[in-house]
């Protein structure tokens, strides 16, 4: 699988799809959306057919993968709410929003399946008193001992969205309150490409986690970094085991993980 390009045809069809639901993201629009990511991503560069891309924009038949992306998929990739599309000004878009989240949801999808997990994208799951959760990756893995859920929501604006964090914190609980099985053993990531969370995310996250009998683990640019570069699927795994460990041993002692560039003793 070239995993560069199927991430480059991924984020055209939501270009795409987003064109030909309004007027105002025209060929230039999105020609001057590519070529600010482009810039800084050679890889995207490489494999993103421009000319194509501007074609299917043009094409009132469909192009966008016959409307696969509706407005819920639409709204997640976008990281706002379902009911802003309706507003949404073309000159806000973040290609590299877009880019990052699609990015960093196929490599988890990958990854996850590789240590047998059974994988979804974007399910809606019922929390306490209506509220939805919408995890970007949900898996499960059943063994004969326990099964086990792992729900994974990204950040990609920058920086994070302090209120994005917060809204998915109040999500996931009003989802382990509902269904009081996610406990024990189950993880809550929230993961940015960013070099990392602001304090007030942070103190959030880790005052969640000590309340809860879940793992909430952030992960940030650099921990991907740290993942991207295990030579093997074992490897990755271990270290990913490892920044849950310290996430919760953070926890347990009361302390607060500080923004900071990557810094570990698990060498």
Same mark, same amino acid.
């Given at each position: ?91 806000? $878009? ?95 990531? $929230? ?14 996250? !880790? ?8 793992? $909430? ?10 993942? $991207? ?9 271990? !270290? ?28």
């Amino acid at each position: 699988m070239d995993f560069d390009k199927v991430i480059a045809d991924t984020v055209g069809a939501i270009i795409t799809s987003l064109a030909q639901r309004t007027t105002s993201i025209t060929a230039d629009k999105v020609k001057e959306m590519i070529t600010r990511l482009a810039d800084r991503d050679q890889d995207f560069k490489r494999h993103m057919n421009v000319p194509e891309l501007i074609r299917k924009i043009g094409d009132d038949s469909g192009g966008a993968d016959e409307d696969a992306y509706n407005e819920d998929k639409l709204a997640r990739y976008l990281e706002i709410p379902v009911r802003d599309l309706a507003t949404l000004n073309p000159d806000t $878009i973040e290609i590299d929003v877009i880019y990052n989240h699609v990015k960093l949801e196929k490599l988890f999808k990958l990854w996850l399946e590789e240590w047998g997990y059974t994988v979804e994208i974007g399910p809606t799951l019922k929390g306490l008193e209506g509220i939805e959760y919408v995890p970007d990756v949900y898996a499960t893995l059943a063994n004969l001992h326990d099964s086990y859920e792992v729900c994974i929501n990204y950040v990609c604006d920058q920086p994070p969205s302090e209120l994005r964090v917060k809204a998915l914190l109040q999500d996931i609980e009003a989802y382990s309150e509902r269904k009081e099985s996610f406990s024990q053993g189950d993880i809550f990531m $929230i993961v940015t490409p960013r070099q990392n969370f602001t304090q007030t995310a942070l103190t959030h996250l !880790s005052l969640q986690n000590m309340q809860e009998k879940y793992s $909430i683990v952030p992960l940030d640019g650099a921990d991907i970094g740290k993942l $991207i570069d295990k030579t093997s699927s074992d490897g990755r795994m271990l !270290s990913l085991r490892r920044l849950i460990i310290d996430a919760d041993e953070e926890a347990r002692l009361g302390r607060r993980r500080l923004p900071r560039k990557w810094s570990s003793s698990e060498e």
